[in-house]
């Protein structure tokens, strides 16, 4: 293994874990966030050589026997995954968050989340899907935190009709 | 618009998400092809400099590489409106990181190693960095063989002798005029640096060169059929001969919405024998090579009433368009004819100017030019406000366009154009408007109030269109083909919906499929403009519709009876009468099989599209004429509160309200706006490139190019949607994507000179410049 | 990406001293990683050797003695240091430094010892660590020594360290009966960023000494004069540390602030300083 080898390109080009992605090279977008012994660490700064002996966790190994972690039904939830590209960092390290802290405040959640740089979704949804997550929350349909409000006063959440959109309607 | 929906309209959550947090999701650069090469770029240090040779024998004499290539190889020009580009440069160099040289290797390690043995002998040139210095007699020429471009006629308008790619002009009654009679005037220059998009996933292209002068591409876009026909008309090659594939796309925000790596994938892989090569930017040539957003320089003059009716509006856009014109052109021609903001204005002229510099060229960014000119123009119009005396939100109530009047290219102005008093008044009374704001919490900061206003309309060409296919599956689910893409926006997601709804078919049963391809999936334009949902969403309306013909036009002949007389529901047709006679979709989709054996019908593909319709080209000289399928207005309120010791601004809350005419999803809308403002408010405060004086990008790097992170957010953000529906969309829906970025410095700015009696006319509104204007108030007498 | 080198990870300093000497200046200490690692892939450096020192347990010290004397090692990440409720307790301005630098990804592999030996003149631990009178002890195969913190800064990114020597530990003095500490950093937005003006500073009521030290406004972070509060007013005080401050500064205009606002800004950092470490009935 060469020594220059970082643990990004590793786990991307060796072993073909492509689920962790490269956003800057330096660290300071935080897209290939990965747990090195249960840490959060941008595994860009990382050389692969370094992990020997240590335990890497990577986002393909979130889910469990196919099923989506309470963590990850959060994110489809609340809206906070659009193109997806800063998502698997973000469950990283919302994963180290709640692993070391599960019952974390706002505040706790923003620090452990601010080194993960997002542009499509203007964060709110992400913190709100760890927020669901720590609370365990039963999955409910619906936007985010805070309604989504008309300008003559109804809410748009109160707009979801009676009838199950799973089943189809009538030509 | 009175039926009951069952599916539009709700909180689907996207299906690819799933892919997303699991870590499936499949980007160029997670794609690996048997043999794949990978390419490094070498990029030129000047700004502006001939090049006089070029030694690739020592890069070519690393083992491992397999192709390097110079612009010298090449003679090929590329160009969305005006062809004045080449895939690496030829002769000279036009901007500090432009492409020079680039080599394909079996390792990127390769080929870096081989780029740096690269051997380029430049002879500097004379450069020009500032658009009006650009603009004045005796500049530098960034392109001297301007004249002999290609560009699209009629539509464009170079200048050749000058730095000038393009000028659009607005010319509505006699504005000079006007002015000069008017109670009272304004005038105001403001200054826009050029920003990046920073998607997540830079730029990255796979191509492989094909036996036959074909080729193949995978590519990180917005518009696989921009790239293949572009790359059809440069390489002179036949459209059918380029496949474009589009993979996951880890966010665009117009920077992907052009040609970008895709030209020098495919000329590398044909060097390298036909095997693939991936180009893929890193974050610093996402920077300092890939294109940005333009600067602009504005200067604003308005004319009013003494009772706050403006009269007229003269504006002077000059836009930085960089190396090259790529969007910059039509940026420069949408930005004039929205230039006056949503205002009833009746002398209105406008000059916007494209100018080249020695900088990394523009193009389309989320707002296309809208918010940098609405930076001006809703600053001024709080300035004339205030010069009369007048409540901002009053005054623009006074003047904000309705039915009746006509817009500054001579639109007629209807009740199917929504309601931008509406919007005005929801964000005004959202954010307390007319309260002076709470005291704040510590002596050394002040808080101030803002608004502004905000619209645009889709900037398209006259013929835009988009196709979509619909086909059943054995099951009796649908598959839906477009080639518009979700790089995050949410629309896959509303078009199933839609197909939902009109099929009646429950969610679950509706496929989109990810992946474009220009060889499987329809044409679509390009996914850009907010046009995507609206026009994607009325083909997949009619394709539905061609679905159901079918299903109707089978059951019908398997039933017995006529085809008028089925209905469809529940994935179930029926003669009305007699719904214990339902035959299921299931038992259609391949066509219709008698207990006897005899079959009917067939695969039931239903195809639909849209074309724009009634837009016409703008006169040369006026440009009057009818450029919009469609406006979307809005408005944001903020509050903010100000460190006077530090500069430092904190948001406390912004209000967004956008007429949406018909909210089709309020989850990706709500995406949309909380993710636009955001991403406005790093233009406000944080965003903008710095050059040296010789032309050097200062900050290509997240280590000074900051983006707003997860302790940036405003202490709140308020969504509102207003649903005045627009004739003509599907359910009543307009576009909405690019709306919420749009005046959200004007609104800040605003506040800020509430809050300081300081009107800051330069972005970003960063500490510094906030806490320097404050020392020069003070200073001042 | 990062060049090509050979990569060792010694259990013993001996053996780590024995491997920089043999490379000379070709070789470097790899502890957290994330300045070197980004200097590599620029290009800024070129190495053919990284020694990686976190399995040398001398180095992952991070305790405090009877005495109150704090010992931080070369090989302790950031966050092991700010989580450490002793320390929180007893040098807040300690934590707060660390609090600000970079994410929390990667204050899991940086250290403060990397963080000073890359003498950035905006190095985020240094003003706290100089107004808390700490030193670097360095070892190298002639020795060990122990090295002032206000000594250890000689120029932009330049330390006094000799090539063959390896900074091993920090160690800060036992604090004076409640000492308080306290560090400001002005950034250019609330998220991560480098400072674009800091000050730290400690006030220990016992002594009355007041310590100030300022960053990125020179070549080199500044430790300041003391200054003896007595019975001065704490008006009084702020100018006279404002003063020291703007005699002291020499900033310059760069991509991330001008010398203007750099001047502006400072003094205000210093005053908020000073009002904070000398409120009445402060904690530490």
């Known amino acids: 293994m060469p020594s220059e080898l970082t643990l990004l390109e590793f786990l991307r080009n060796r072993l073909y874990l492509t689920g962790t992605k490269e956003g800057c090279g330096i660290g300071e977008c935080g897209a290939c966030t990965v747990l090195l012994d249960e840490k959060p660490v941008t595994a860009c700064l990382v050389l692969a050589v370094e992990v020997d002996g240590c335990i890497v966790e990577t986002v393909e190994g979130e889910a469990t026997g196919g099923q989506l972690s309470v963590l990850q039904r959060a994110f489809v939830e609340t809206g906070a995954v659009q193109c997806g590209f800063c998502t698997p960092g973000m469950i990283m390290s919302a994963r180290g968050l709640l692993r070391r802290n599960p019952n974390p405040s706002d505040e706790e959640i923003v620090e452990a989340m601010a080194g993960n740089l997002c542009r499509c979704t203007g964060y709110e949804a992400i913190l709100a899907a760890v927020r669901r997550a720590a609370a365990a929350v039963r999955p409910a349909v619906g936007p985010l935190a805070g309604e989504v409000g008309l300008a003559d006063g109804r809410s748009l959440r109160g707009a979801v009709p009676k009838r199950d959109p799973e089943k189809g309607g009538r030509r | 618009m009175t039926r009951e929906l069952r599916v539009v309209g709700t909180s689907v959550p996207r299906d690819d998400a799933i892919d997303k947090v699991t870590g499936a999701a499949r980007y160029t650069t997670d794609l690996a092809l048997p043999g794949m090469l990978h390419a490094t770029i070498l990029t030129s240090p000047h700004a502006s400099a001939r090049i006089v040779g070029v030694d690739l024998t020592d890069a070519r004499s690393v083992p491992g590489v397999r192709a390097v290539l110079a612009g010298s190889d090449l003679d090929v020009r590329l160009g969305l409106y005006l062809r004045d580009k080449r895939i690496l440069a030829r002769d000279v160099v036009r901007y500090q990181g432009e492409p020079v040289a680039a080599v394909a290797a079996d390792t990127l390690d390769v080929a870096r190693e081989a780029c740096r043995r690269i051997r380029v002998e430049y002879e500097e040139l004379p450069a020009v960095f500032d658009p009006r210095d650009a603009m004045a007699a005796g500049a530098p020429l960034v392109h001297p063989d301007l004249a002999g471009y290609d560009h699209m006629r009629g539509v464009f308008f170079p200048r050749p002798g000058t730095n000038v790619a393009h000028h659009q002009k607005i010319r509505k009654g006699d504005a000079p005029a006007s002015l000069a009679a008017a109670d009272v005037r304004l005038e105001a220059s403001f200054y826009n640096p050029p920003v990046q998009h920073v998607p997540m996933e830079t730029h990255a292209s796979i191509a492989q060169a094909l036996p036959e002068d074909r080729v193949e591409i995978w590519t990180s876009s917005q518009s696989p059929y921009t790239v293949r026909h572009l790359l059809s008309v440069c390489l002179g090659l036949p459209h059918a001969a380029i496949r474009v594939h589009v993979p996951y796309v880890g966010g665009g925000f117009g920077g992907k919405a052009g040609l970008g790596l895709e030209p020098l994938a495919t000329v590398l892989s044909r060097a390298a024998g036909g095997r693939p090569v991936l180009v893929s930017a890193t974050r610093e040539e996402e920077f300092n090579t890939m294109p940005s957003r333009q600067g602009l320089h504005s200067t604003i003059k308005i004319g009013s009433t003494c009772d706050g009716r403006i009269t007229a509006l003269e504006a002077t856009y000059v836009w930085d368009a960089g190396a090259y014109a790529d969007y910059g052109v039509n940026v420069g021609r949408a930005a004039a004819y929205s230039g006056a903001g949503p205002y009833a204005i009746e002398h209105c002229s406008i000059d916007s100017y494209v100018v080249y510099t020695n900088k990394v060229y523009g193009t389309a960014y989320r707002g296309f030019g809208h918010l940098e000119v609405l930076w001006g123009i809703e600053r001024v119009m709080d300035q004339m406000a205030r010069k009369l005396g007048l409540d901002p939100a009053e005054f623009r109530r006074r003047n904000l366009l309705k039915e009746g009047d006509t817009t500054i290219t001579g639109e007629p102005f209807t009740a199917g154009h929504g309601k931008p008093v509406e919007c005005l008044d929801a964000v005004a009374k959202a954010i307390g408007w007319g309260r002076p704001p709470a005291a704040a919490s510590d002596p050394r900061k002040v808080r101030g109030k803002g608004i502004a206003m905000l619209h645009k309309a889709p900037a398209m060409p006259t013929y835009t269109s988009c196709a979509v296919v619909i086909k059943l599956d054995e099951d009796g689910a649908a598959d839906v083909l477009v080639s518009g893409v979700d790089y995050g926006q949410g629309t896959y997601t509303v078009l199933r919906q839609i197909a939902a709804e009109e099929l009646c078919l429950p969610i679950g049963k509706v496929h989109i499929t990810w992946e474009c391809d220009t060889a499987l999936t329809p044409y679509d334009w390009q996914t850009v403009a907010s046009r995507f949902s609206y026009m994607g969403g009325n083909a997949v309306i009619e394709a539905a519709a061609d679905c159901l013909r079918q299903v109707r036009a089978v059951a019908a002949q398997a039933l017995g009876v006529a085809p008028e007389t089925i209905v469809c529901e529940d994935e179930l047709a029926f003669p009305a009468a007699e719904p214990g006679r339902a035959i299921a979709y299931k038992d259609l989709a391949l066509g219709y099989t008698f207990p006897n054996g005899n079959a009917i019908g067939g695969p039931i593909i239903g195809h639909g599209r849209f074309i724009a319709t009634g837009l016409t080209h703008l006169n040369p000289e006026t440009g009057q004429g009818r450029p919009a399928q469609f406006w979307t207005y809005g408005a944001h309120a903020v509050e903010i509160e100000v460190d006077t010791e530090t500069g430092e601004i904190e948001i406390l809350h912004i209000a967004t309200a956008v007429d949406a005419g018909k909210v089709l999803n309020p989850l990706s809308c709500t995406g949309q706006v909380i993710g636009g403002v955001v991403q406005g408010l790093g233009s406000t405060l944080h965003e903008g490139f710095q050059f040296d004086d010789k032309g050097q990008l200062l900050n290509p790097s997240f280590v000074d190019y900051k983006i707003p992170t997860a302790k940036d957010l405003p202490r709140r953000m308020t969504p509102i949607f207003l649903e005045n529906p627009q004739p003509g969309g599907p359910y009543g829906a307009r576009g909405v994507a690019e709306h919420p970025m749009i005046s959200v410095p004007s609104a800040i700015g605003n506040a800020l000179a509430d809050a300081l009696g300081i009107d800051y006319t330069v972005l970003p509104l960063s500490p510094e410049r906030v806490l320097l204007g404050i020392q020069k108030k003070d200073k001042t007498p | ?284």
């Open chain 3, 1 to 284: 990406m990062l060049g090509r080198f050979d990569y060792e990870r010694p259990t013993s300093l001996a053996e780590a001293a024995r491997l920089l000497t043999e490379c000379g200046s070709s070789a470097a200490v790899l502890a957290g990683g994330t300045d070197l690692l980004v200097d590599l892939r620029a290009g800024r450096r070129i190495v053919r050797l990284l020694v990686g020192v976190k399995r040398i347990d001398a180095l992952r010290r991070l305790d405090v003695d009877s005495a109150g004397e704090l010992t931080i090692g070369a090989a302790v990440p950031l966050n092991e240091m700010i989580e450490r409720a002793a320390i929180r307790r007893t040098h807040p301005g300690l934590v707060q430094a660390a609090e600000s630098i970079a994410t929390y990804q990667l204050r899991n592999r940086a250290t403060a010892v990397g963080n000073l030996c890359n003498a950035s003149p905006a190095a985020d631990m240094a003003p706290i660590l100089l107004a808390l009178g700490a030193c670097l002890i360095a070892w190298s195969p002639r020795g060990e020594r122990t090295i002032p913190l206000s000594s250890l800064f000689v120029g932009v990114k330049k330390t006094c360290l000799a090539p063959d020597e390896i900074a091993t530990e920090l160690r800060v003095p036992a604090p004076e009966p409640g000492l308080r500490s306290r560090f400001l950093k002005q950034q250019r937005l609330r998220g991560h960023d480098l400072a674009v003006s800091s000050a730290a500073g400690t006030y220990a009521p016992s002594t009355g000494v007041l310590r100030l030290a300022v960053g990125s406004c020179a070549p080199t972070p500044l430790l300041l004069e003391p200054i003896e509060v007595g019975r001065s007013s704490r008006a009084a005080v702020e100018e006279k540390a404002v003063r020291a401050v703007q005699v002291a500064m020499r900033p310059i205009s760069d991509t991330r602030a001008s010398a203007d606002y750099r001047r502006a800004v400072l003094p205000v950092l210093v005053k908020r300083l000073v009002a904070d470490l000398l409120a009445e009935g402060g904690a530490p």
